[in-house]
Structures are given as structure tokens and as C-alpha cells.
């Protein structure tokens, strides 16, 4: 029987654009791209040159400290280009894919009968290890690392997030058998909604389910280690996004590379908002063409709302995508009377405007900060937001005065950037939280190497 661990600290918030649960098709362009940003923390090494012919699951880079860390191809094809930007930072692999796909066959493999060296050799094997996140530092992991435990998180809670559980269907077996591989490796432990039922998650095999009930961000994989197995400091756990479990269970059962996902396309500026099948690398364009509402700025985000990166139609799906969101940028907007105005359409968590007397209502919300950066002020804003037995505003203040010691003692190794988006999305003083977060973390990681 699963445990139930119940959350009050958050908020969900209820965005128009959610993604209805229908696939539709795209028309795929011949170009595709790795970029190694999606990797955080990895400095690649380019192992290809233009020109150069790959295969779906042939490597396009390595981790340069560890090059045993391969990042493999999403298509088979031709290199077309690495475009570099300052100081000669790789910035993706371009690849022009051919029409018959072509992949490494790396051998269907019986993963109930690995070891966890094993199933860690056949993913650094195929290109697949970098998929692998880890806690502290919130980064792509390394295979010198020793977990103490493994955790996914099936729940998808954000605004707009896609749900897994449609991603899931047809790839039960596949989600399964990247579960019990990883169960090879560490103990691992699954966390899901209250709201899914899906057999292959509420019973899962190999591994721990626990059941998150409350309200964004008990989705947070951060969340939940704080409240299983909260790392201390000399402590690594490894994070995966479920999506990434399904990569690993196809790569033992079929032995190929395969990197199809359901992506939602979000957003109260998408005119049909639903699912499309992409691939890790295919172009944002494609996935939005024909459908976006035209008459406004718009704000292309390379994820959800609270934790995703603008980017342009000519970017590319990250590594850790799973949905593309468009939201007005808001730069166009001309309110008479400003903040005076009592405001019915706009949605506040401090009752600052009368919309909180309309119930439980949809918005459509832009970009705009609504206000300029202004000294912290010590509200308890944040507590209210993040369900994590850490001080969160005296964290932020120890990283933003660079006392090591103090964020050590506030519990920084637990945290990631995004258990701070919610937090940053009610900060009255307008603070980059998830900024200031992952500029402590590299501080620290580099502090520690």
C-alpha cells in the first residue's frame, strides 16, 4: 500500500490553454538539434564534424570532465553544423535527418538480470547516462557519483504542465522496465498525484510509491526528497524525469535510441492547445506552426510558465521539455489608472485585486513583472509557497551575501531553482530567485570540487 504524504503549502494556479488530451501531428523539419544547455552543469566536448553521417544513438558530444557521458543523437542523419556563440561555447549539434531512420542497435537486453554496474555501463553505452539529474547542485550527474537513492516524479503539477499519465499510455512496459533499471542501481522511489490512477504507476514494480496530495509544487522532485530522504551534506540522490525512465525502458527492450515524447502545447495564445509527438531536438516552429493567435507580442517559453526558458521559433525542444507554452509578453498593454484599478481579469494571491471573489476562474496571464526589483522584505511569502522544512528567505539571503557556511546550515543541498519558482512568482520585492539559486549552486560546486 502506497503511503499518503499530505502538503498545505503552495498554489495552484488555474491558466487558460490547458492542453486538451488529443494528439495531433506536426510536420517534422529536416533539421533537428542537441543543445548541451539543457544538460546543466556538463561542458560538452564536440565529438562529430560537419558533414560527418550519424546514426540515432551515435554520440553528437561528451562531458568534457567525463567523457564517458555521451549525449547521443536524436535522428540518424548528416552533422549540418555546431554553432558556437561567445568565447566558443557549443550552443547545439545540428543534424539533418534522413527520411528512413537508421539506429545503433545497442542489443535488447534482460534488465532483471543486471547488476547495477551493468545498467550503468549500457546507459553511458547508448548516450542516455546525461539524463540523469542529481541532488545536490541540481545538475546532470557524473558516473563517479554514489546515490543513496533514485527518485522520479510522475506528478506534473505546474500550470499547464503535461500530463504523464497521457504521455504514459502505449508505454507502460517501456516506463517499467526504466524503473526496474534503475532499481538496479539505488533504491528507488516513485511519486505520484492523488489524482492518478494509472496501474502502471499506483503499481509499479521495484520500486517505492508514495502519493504526494497537495497542491503545486508537491510535484517538485526536490519536494519530495525533502520529505523521504532529505540529503545531507556528502550526500548525493539522483533525480530522473519520468519521461527520461521511458528513454531508458526502450533502450533495453527494443536496443535502439529512441527519444519520442508527448509535448503539450500550452498557452492562452495557442488556438488548439494539445499533445504532439516530438522528438528531443525537433524545432519549436514546427510544433507551433499555424497555431498561434495572432494580434499580439507573444512570449514562447521552452517549458512551463514558472520554470521554463523564452525562446524563439527557431530554438529547439530541450532535453527535459515536455511542454511549450505561449503567453502574451504584455509589453503592448496600455491600463488606464494602473494598480488602481480593482482589476477582475487579473489573478493575485494577496487579494490585491477583486478577482479573488470570482472563484475558482481561468486566466489569461502575460509576462510582465508588474514592478521593479526593491529591497527583501521579510513577509513570509516564500513559507506560504514552498512545502520543504527549509527557511527559504534566510536561504536566499545567505546566497545573495555568499556565506557559505549559512546556506550549508539552511539546507541549499536540497534545494533546486525550481522549488523557488513558485516562491518567485509571489515575491513583493521581484527578486530572480531561481537566478540567485543556481548562482549559489554553482558557487558551491565549485567550492567543493
Known amino acids: 500500500m502506497a503511503s499518503v504524504i499530505k502538503l498545505s503549502k503552495g498554489l495552484d494556479m488555474n491558466l487558460k490553454g490547458k492542453a486538451v488530451k488529443e494528439k495531433t501531428n506536426i510536420v517534422r523539419g529536416s533539421e ?7 544538460f546543466v552543469g556538463m561542458t560538452p566536448k564536440v565529438v562529430v564534424k560537419e558533414g560527418d553521417m550519424v546514426k540515432a544513438g551515435d554520440a553528437l558530444f561528451v562531458n568534457k570532465q567525463y567523457p564517458d557521458v555521451k549525449f547521443a543523437s536524436p535522428v540518424s542523419g548528416q552533422v549540418s553544423a555546431v554553432i558556437r556563440g561567445e568565447r566558443r561555447k557549443v550552443l547545439c549539434v545540428k543534424v539533418k535527418a534522413d527520411q528512413e531512420q537508421q539506429y545503433v542497435d545497442y542489443g535488447k537486453k534482460d534488465v532483471a538480470q543486471f547488476d547495477g554496474e551493468a545498467v550503468k555501463q549500457a546507459l553511458l553505452e547508448a548516450g542516455l547516462f546525461g539524463y540523469i539529474d542529481q541532488l545536490p547542485y541540481a545538475v546532470s550527474t557524473n558516473p563517479e557519483t554514489q546515490p543513496k537513492a533514485i527518485f522520479v516524479s510522475a506528478l506534473r503539477d505546474k500550470p499547464l504542465a503535461a500530463d504523464f499519465e497521457f504521455e504514459l499510455e502505449g508505454n507502460e512496459n517501456d516506463f517499467q522496465t526504466g524503473l526496474t533499471a534503475l532499481s538496479k ?61 521511458i528513454f531508458f525502458g526502450r533502450l533495453f527492450n527494443t536496443g535502439k535510441v529512441d527519444l519520442r515524447r508527448l509535448i503539450a502545447v500550452a498557452g492562452s495564445e495557442v488556438e488548439r492547445p494539445a499533445y504532439v509527438e516530438a522528438v528531443v531536438g525537433d524545432r519549436v516552429g514546427d510544433l507551433l506552426a499555424g497555431n498561434l493567435k495572432e494580434g499580439k507580442n507573444l512570449r514562447i517559453i521552452n517549458g512551463n510558465v514558472l520554470t521554463g526558458k523564452p525562446c524563439s521559433l527557431d530554438d529547439y525542444v530541450g532535453a527535459h521539455t515536455s511542454e511549450i507554452t505561449v503567453i502574451p509578453e504584455g509589453d503592448d498593454a496600455d491600463e488606464f489608472l494602473g494598480w488602481i484599478l480593482p482589476r477582475f481579469k487579473q489573478f493575485s494571491v494577496n487579494r490585491s485585486y477583486f478577482s479573488w471573489l470570482c472563484g475558482k476562474k481561468s486566466y489569461a496571464l502575460d509576462a510582465r513583472i508588474k ?79
Open 32 to 38: 533537428l538539434a542537441l543543445t548541451p544547455d539543457a
Open 185 to 245: 542501481m539505488a533504491k528507488t522511489y516513485l511519486g505520484i498525484g492523488s489524482q492518478q490512477t494509472a496501474t502502471a504507476l499506483t503499481q509499479a514494480k521495484d520500486v517505492e510509491v508514495n502519493i504526494f496530495d497537495g497542491p503545486c509544487p508537491a510535484g517538485n522532485v526536490g519536494v519530495q526528497v525533502n520529505h523521504l530522504d532529505p540529503v545531507n551534506k556528502g550526500e548525493t540522490v539522483w533525480t530522473v524525469d519520468p519521461s527520461a525512465v
Open 371 to 449: 514592478g521593479g526589483e526593491r529591497h527583501m522584505i521579510m513577509s513570509g511569502e516564500y513559507d506560504k509557497v514552498l512545502p520543504m522544512d527549509i527557511y527559504g528567505e534566510y536561504l536566499i539571503k545567505a546566497i545573495i551575501a555568499g556565506d557559505i557556511d549559512r546556506q550549508e546550515a539552511l539546507g541549499i543541498y536540497e534545494v533546486s531553482p525550481e522549488d523557488f519558482a513558485l516562491a518567485e512568482f509571489v515575491d513583493s520585492s521581484k527578486l530572480e530567485l531561481q537566478r540567485i539559486v543556481r548562482e549559489g549552486l554553482d558557487v558551491l560546486r565549485k567550492e567543493n570540487a
